[in-house]
């Protein structure tokens, strides 16, 4: 993780208020599979046609948002839903 984990006491999800943690490394391996096959949209609806480089998902694992250059995106359109997975 390139950031301040103290970070993590202080910041949630932008929409749930939930707490955030780092993403794990298998799940942002097989989010990035599928970033790379176009499968992946954001929650403007937008497709994410960028790997990766970190992650941040609530604590329920529902929503993730990337870490660029060390910077959390904590904006709600950028979020990426996690039950996309799940379709593929």
Same mark, same amino acid.
């Given at each position: 993780m390139?950031? /301040?984990? %103290?970070l993590?006491d202080?910041? #949630? #999800? ?7 943690e780092p993403?794990?490394?298998?799940t942002?391996?097989?989010? %990035?599979? &599928? ?7 954001d929650?403007g ?8 480089? /970190?992650? &941040?998902?609530?604590d ?5 948002y990337?870490i660029? /250059? ?14 996309? &997975?799940?379709?593929?």
């Amino acid at each position: 993780m390139s950031f /301040d984990k %103290n970070l993590l006491d202080i910041i #949630c #999800c932008p929409v749930t208020r939930l707490p955030m943690e780092p993403m794990l490394t298998a799940t942002l391996a097989k989010l %990035n599979g &599928l970033i790379l096959e176009q499968k992946i949209r954001d929650c403007g609806d937008a497709v994410v046609t960028e790997e990766l480089q /970190d992650a &941040l998902v609530t604590d329920d694992g529902k929503i993730a948002y990337p870490i660029v /250059d060390g910077i959390p995106v904590l904006l709600e359109e950028r979020g990426i839903s996690l039950t996309q &997975l799940d379709a593929f």
